[in-house]
T-cell receptor, first 116, second 111 residues
Framework: EAGVTQFPSHSVIEKGQTVTLRCDPISGHDNLYWYRRVMGKEIKFLLHFVKESKQDESGMPNNRFLAERTGGTYSTLKVQPAELEDSGVYFC??????????????FGSGTRLTVV | QQPVQSPQAVILREGEDAVINCSSSKALYSVHWYRQKHGEAPVFLMILLKGGEQKGHEKISASFNEKKQQSSLYLTASQLSYSGTYFCGTEVSGGYNKLIFGAGTRLAVHP
């Protein structure tokens, strides 16, 4: 089966510009997550979709970040306007839950965002 | 809320063993372990549900002590391919919940 796909793989933008990241989860996975890893630090939670609904967006840094998951399939994460501190690797992951058992996440390869 | 991993880094020779610990201040429903190689996606290794079970994956196994809210990852007879950063992810309740990841443990295995 196809894995989780993210693009672009790299993006370099200037402060104040807009960037949109895309994630295509594994087909049939209801859960989709966005995480960010800043160099050398933890993989930090941003938000969680269940199908097309935002289950938890407590990790979103501020209102410059907007995530959508239209139709419960792919998701986009838009940063507008970008700031220097937004730099990092943005990971998307998808998973399936059966009953209460949460099966492992499948991560995409990430988008490395550099804001200059 | 973030789990604490220790040690921060480990250097091994091929064939040596290592233990990586993950502790939480909250009661946990499950603990996940992932390995990330440089520039790649984190890869799922195993999940441990509350109940103190132990699981294995090749020569990598893990345990979950529910009373201490602590999980340990055991790497035995390490191979060069084990190098990478290991993350534990914790979940406080079952169902539709997110994982909170620790800061990671960097493992380097040398010939």
């Amino acid at each position: 089966e196809a894995g989780v796909t993210q693009f672009p793989s790299h993006s370099v933008i200037e402060k104040g510009q807009t960037v949109t990241l895309r994630c295509d989860p594994i087909s049939g996975h209801d859960n989709l997550y966005w995480y960010r890893r800043v160099m050398g630090k933890e993989i930090k939670f941003l938000l969680h979709f269940v199908k097309e609904s935002k289950q938890d967006e407590s990790g979103m840094p501020n209102n410059r970040f907007l995530a959508e998951r239209t139709g419960g399939t792919y998701s986009t994460l838009k940063v507008q306007p970008a700031e220097l501190e937004d730099s990092g690797v943005y990971f998307c992951a998808s998973s399936q839950v059966f009953g209460l058992t949460h099966y492992g996440y499948t991560f995409g390869s990430g988008t490395r965002l550099t804001v200059v | 809320q973030q789990p604490v991993q220790s040690p921060q880094a480990v250097i091994l020779r091929e064939g040596e063993d290592a233990v990586i610990n993950c502790s939480s201040s909250k009661a946990l429903y499950s603990v996940h372990w992932y390995r990330q190689k440089h520039g790649e996606a984190p890869v799922f290794l195993m999940i441990l549900l509350k109940g103190g079970e132990q699981k294995g994956h090749e020569k990598i196994s893990a345990s979950f002590n529910e009373k201490k809210q602590q999980s340990s990852l055991y790497l035995t007879a390490s191979q060069l391919s084990y190098s990478g950063t290991y993350f534990c992810g914790t979940e406080v309740s079952g169902g539709y919940n997110k994982l909170i990841f620790g800061a990671g443990t960097r493992l380097a295995v040398h010939p």
